[in-house]
């Protein structure tokens, strides 16, 4: 059966609820009983004061208006870059699907020759902001913010720094995919992975590299804190203290770290970053941010409810978003 409460919402079939999710919806009743208005037999769903459905009573779980409202995606690449799939209307489509509170779309920022050609040109820089100023007229309700996911290599720090100036962006991810001239994040690189002799050595140099990111100031977060693990090259034995020295300059720059689900989708099969990582961040309490690293529109919003429950595993219960480089905290959903 179907209903709708008093501001429109759609009722679901209650048939398949679990006794907790029966007493929630009890109380549910009482609390739109007190405001005049008598819900469907079988009620099916929990609202909050504002008339959004919370939990449906198929599973107890979050619907997902409810779920991605409180989120903001920050992470997010175009066809722009040479290496992904749709333009920011076509994410901007996936994550009003979604109910995803806020877009943004952070494409690979141009680097001087000697770099790949995975990002984004800078003569095509007036072709990123045209699309997505059409990504906002298309879907006026969502709000849309323009990043960038920015290098940080060591000697380009200057190079980036004049990029950064071209445009009024909302954020600024800062990314190391680069260990010297090494691309080391990309899969044609395993024979040289499985080829090192010191992996911990090479973990350490990237996180070199990361404190170095954050001690510029460039970057608001800092994309896949741990993408090093990515193809599951990772040191024996505890790197707590590796994790504990590099995001002690994160803490110290006032910057955030993003909890990006793009490791789910590669070999490691593991959010960036890990458990262990995470929980040292919130003992210092350095603020997160949320990135799907999508690719492809079908992505935008990934694998967002493992983020959320790894997030509030390790203490978080709030994440950042940021308008022209302002920040603002934003409380996490209440389940995922
Ligand atoms: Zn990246
Ligand atoms: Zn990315």
Redo the contacts with the bound molecule.
């Keep these: 059966m179907l209903g709708k409460n008093p501001l429109g919402c759609e009722a679901r079939e209650g048939a398949a609820a679990g006794r907790a999710v029966e007493s929630k919806m009890l109380r549910g009743r009482r609390m739109f009983l007190d405001r005049g208005w008598t819900p469907p037999t079988p009620y099916a769903g929990i609202w909050d004061r504002a008339g959004v459905l919370k939990v449906s009573a198929e599973n107890g779980r979050m619907t997902d208006a409810a779920f991605y409202g409180k989120l903001a995606d920050l ?3 175009t066809r722009l870059c040479g290496h992904a799939e749709g333009e920011p209307r076509d994410l901007a489509r996936r994550a009003k699907d979604l109910g995803l509170g806020v877009l943004g779309i ?1 494409e ?1 920022c141009p680097m001087p020759s000697g770099f790949d050609r995975l990002r984004l040109a800078e003569e095509r820089l007036p072709d990123y902001l045209a699309m997505v100023e059409d990504a906002r007229r298309a879907f006026p309700t969502l709000p849309i913010r323009l990043g960038i ?1 920015a290098e940080y290599c060591r000697g380009e720090a200057e190079s980036v720094r004049r990029f950064l100036e071209k445009a009024d962006w909302d954020h600024v ?1 800062g ?1 190391v995919h680069y260990l010297g001239k090494w691309n080391f994040d990309d899969p044609k690189e395993i024979p040289a992975w499985k080829a090192l002799s010191d992996l911990r050595a090479t973990w350490q140099a990237y996180f070199d590299l990361w404190k170095e990111a954050a001690r510029t100031r460039l970057y608001d977060t800092l ?2 804190p741990d993408l090093v693990k990515k193809f599951g090259f990772v040191p024996e034995g505890s790197c707590e203290a590796m994790f504990e020295d590099a995001l002690r300059a994160v803490a110290e720059a006032g910057c955030c770290i993003e909890i ?1 689900t ?1 490791g789910l989708r590669k070999p490691v099969k593991e959010i960036y970053p890990s458990a262990a990582f995470l929980k040292i961040a919130r003992r210092m309490e350095i603020p997160i941010t949320f ?1 799907s ?1 999508a ?1 492809a529109p079908s992505e935008v919003g990934a694998n967002f409810r493992e983020a959320v429950a790894l997030a509030r595993a390790c203490g978080y219960t709030e994440s950042a978003r940021f308008e022209k480089r302002k920040r603002t905290m934003w409380p996490l959903p209440e389940k995922e």
Excluded: T
Aim: cysteine-free; charged content about 15%.
């Design positions: 992470h997010s690449h952070s690979h996911e991810i990314s994309g896949h990006n793009a990135g690293d690719h």
